[in-house]
């Protein structure tokens, strides 16, 4: 016990004497969780649209009056032809051209019906996903509207309908940050924890302070300790000043149960920082350390279901996300601040860190050799 | 000049030795390019629902039989009431119920009117969004043959053509963003380090000491760097070509001239940085913790950028990786030619003219200054 105690006091002294790192550790994060989750905005509402209007009819002139008057798209432009329209597509100035052939009104009355084009710039699929189903639900609309114009109710027998009410729970304005802080945090936890950890041990391998230690009667488990509580503590007050940014600027208080978040971070963080220290003690150079964990933040941050969802992903990719301890931290986050949930609902993902924890950690304890 | 090549020949000699970075530096991209070219996707597939269905009639079922039969959706069958729903959203096994009134087809069929709540858990709006769209245009496919032909007349049909990516796959969209990401930090981070480790281990000083220009010291750090950057190009494209299947629509030299300008501009970002800064971790720090989520951010690849607040937009402008992004987009997927990318190859030169200038003339040949 005593041991760690002088451990720690090393580490801290450390720590804070380098000012530099200091203030990154807790400037970076902060300043980040301000800024990005404006950034992070998903929601389609600017859709960019250009028309080509060949018919120049009240019936084309109304379908595009009640397009742009939806909401979700932005007119760019009337164009003359087709090729300017794509040319639009092409520069990335509209993401859907709209053609209404001559026409258009005529064959639609006369002949019953009527083909528009629609041309979509598909390399987005949210985008064509979302604005693709908005202009098509406009259209049926309008085409109600026109059929109801010209059919007399009384030819109309009475259909069946069947009304979709869609309701949206937890998020219900769907504002987009609510659903991006949280899990943000998770990510700049994440790289707090799993760099500083990483670069600590092979620092002082490449300095060559670690002999000095190696020479001691130290065991190898009180210096990973040593090494972890100080980074596990900073881990701790950069979440908590997180949590603190989320309610000053977004406004986002946790729905559910704080103690449960905290007690998931608590052994997230000793995961995460398990994590770094093995990379650690595999490594033999700061530069190698680096970019042995930058690989696996990527993979940890682009497959942890912050950004695109894990339901999607192929199986073999479903099992990488199941070993992303990021993915777990996600998901806890926003079933507490989001929807409320309790002990009951993060057991599973808190028997899963736990276990990650150890094993991590016991993993790094082995491989730290005293000896070269 | 051979004092230039000989410097750059002891550069080459530091990268090659250390097996280890060289083996991540070159395996990283491909893996990468590899899992993310897979596994990241937008499209809705599989999402878990519940089908609250007490009316059980005919009606009923064969409409969440066609929910069920589609490729979106994947029913989660423990959820049969209410109660049950509640805390199924909450421990996050469904991200949607649909839910049936109690007399579903005597609603339908004889007062012609019948209500399905659908209730989506909308802590993600997108993906809440495309599932209750996914969801209604399956109810109303299933209206219009309840309706047969009577309700078809004066009818607009859509004919929708989508162009580039027709089969709507993830990689068109994740391939040239991953591929500027990776560059990006590969590139700002191995001239950053290399050079402040220099001046860590001291050996900076030796360096300085010797007649060679202090500024092409520098400078015969980026030439390994520039090179190894080229083959991981090379490597990902081939990659994303032969396995992922996406293949370039234009002109591989351009898209190589334009890779060389990128690496060039990110290669200029890491000099000044590690003329800024005086340790390793503190090098690593910014150009990892502080440029790794804002490149991801503001290249446009993840998020539209014209959703952003307007100074927002402004400062992506100075991401070297949105504009390599709209590049590589722009070659590989839409096979456009130079006319449509002189703009960005312009602003990309631009700020690695305007970091040049800017290390070179923050660059100090005096010890204490470190």
């Known amino acids: 016990m005593r041991t760690i105690k002088f451990l720690l006091e090393k580490e801290f002294r450390q720590i804070f004497r380098n000012r530099a790192i200091l203030i990154l550790i807790m400037v970076l994060p902060v300043m980040q969780l301000i800024i990005l989750p404006l950034a992070a905005d998903f929601q389609i509402k600017n859709i960019n649209l250009s028309v080509v209007d060949h018919d120049h009819s009240p019936y084309s002139r109304q379908l595009i009056s009640k397009i742009t008057a939806s909401g979700y798209f932005r007119l760019q432009g009337y164009y003359a032809s087709f090729q300017d329209a794509y040319r639009l597509i092409e520069q990335d100035k509209a993401d859907l051209a709209l053609e209404i052939p001559n026409g258009f009104e005529r064959n639609l009355i006369r002949e019953n019906s009527q083909q528009v084009f629609i041309t979509v710039n598909a390399i987005n699929g949210t985008k064509v996903g979302l604005g693709g189903a908005y202009l098509l639900s406009i259209l049926r609309d309008f085409n109600q509207s026109v059929r109801t114009d010209w059919v007399s109710p009384t030819r109309m027998p009475p259909q069946p309908t069947i009304e979709v009410s869609p309701l949206n729970r937890f998020n219900p304005q769907l504002n987009y940050p609510f659903f991006m802080v949280p899990g943000i945090l998770a990510i700049l936890l994440t790289m707090i924890g799993g760099f500083l950890s990483a670069l600590n041990i092979v620092k002082e391998k490449e300095i060559g302070t670690i002999e000095q230690i190696n020479v001691t009667p130290i065991r190898k488990h009180h210096f990973i300790l040593g090494k972890l509580i100080p980074f596990w503590m900073l881990g701790n007050i950069v979440f908590t000043m997180g949590l603190f940014v989320s309610w000053l600027i977004y406004g986002i208080l946790p729905q559910g149960n704080v103690l449960a978040m905290y007690v998931f971070v608590w052994i997230y963080l000793l995961a995460v920082l398990g994590f770094g220290l093995l990379v650690s003690t595999y490594t033999d150079t700061q530069q190698q350390a680096m970019f042995v964990m930058f690989f696996f933040m990527m993979i940890f941050i682009l497959m942890g279901g912050l950004f695109t969802s894990i339901d999607s992903m192929p199986g073999w990719a479903k099992c990488i996300a199941a070993l992303n301890p990021v993915s777990y931290l996600v998901e806890v986050m926003r079933m507490i601040v989001l929807k409320g949930s309790g002990w009951s609902a993060i057991l599973p993902h808190l028997a899963i860190i736990s276990g990650f924890a150890i094993v991590l950690n016991g993993w790094a304890v082995w491989n730290y050799r005293k000896t070269t | ?370």
Request: hydrophobic share 50%; net charge positive; proline share 5%.
């Open chain 2, 1 to 370: 000049m051979k004092q230039f090549l000989t410097f750059v020949r002891k550069e080459f000699y530091h990268v090659l030795r250390d097996r280890r970075t060289l083996l991540i530096l070159f395996g990283m991209p491909l893996a990468q390019i590899l899992i993310f070219g897979f596994a990241l996707t937008n499209e809705v597939k599989n999402a878990r629902i519940a089908i609250i269905d007490p009316a059980k009639d005919h009606a009923s079922r064969s409409l969440a039989e066609r929910i069920g039969a589609s490729n979106y959706f994947e029913i989660y069958e423990d959820v049969t009431n209410r109660n049950r729903m509640e805390t199924a959203f909450k421990d996050g096994k469904i991200k949607l119920a649909v839910v049936f009134p109690a007399r579903f087809e005597h609603d339908l069929m004889h007062r012609h009117n019948a209500r399905i709540q659908v209730i989506a858990d909308a802590s993600d709006p997108n993906y809440a969004t495309t599932l209750t769209n996914y969801i209604t245009s399956i109810v109303q496919d299933y209206q219009q043959e309840l309706t047969g032909t009577a309700g078809l007349s004066y009818r607009i049909t859509p004919q929708i053509r989508m162009l580039y990516n027709p089969q709507l796959k993830g990689a068109p969209n994740f391939v040239p963003g991953v591929m500027a990401l990776v560059l990006m930090l590969v590139s700002v981070m191995m001239t950053a380090i290399s050079i402040v480790r220099e001046k860590e281990t001291g050996t900076m000083e030796v360096l300085l000491v010797s007649p060679f220009k202090p500024a092409w010291v520098i400078l015969s750090k980026a030439v390994p760097y520039l090179i190894l950057s080229l083959v991981n190009v090379l490597s990902i494209v081939l990659m994303s070509v032969m396995v992922l299947q996406l293949p370039v629509a234009g002109s591989w030299l351009l898209l190589f001239a334009e890779s060389t300008l990128f690496i060039v501009t990110c290669l200029t970002l890491g000099i000044f940085i590690s003329i800024k800064t005086k340790s390793q971790q503190v090098a690593m720090l910014i150009s990892l913790m502080g440029m790794l989520l804002p490149t991801m951010m503001f290249s446009g690849f993840m998020f539209p950028i014209e959703n952003m607040p307007l100074p927002l937009q402004l400062f992506s402008n100075v991401v070297p990786a949105k504009w390599f992004y709209i590049i590589v987009k722009s070659i590989m997927i839409k096979g456009l030619g130079f006319t449509a990318i002189w703009k960005e190859t312009l602003i990309l030169a631009g700020i690695a003219l305007f970091f040049f200038i800017i290390s070179l003339r923050s660059f100090k040949i005096r010890l204490d200054e470190y």
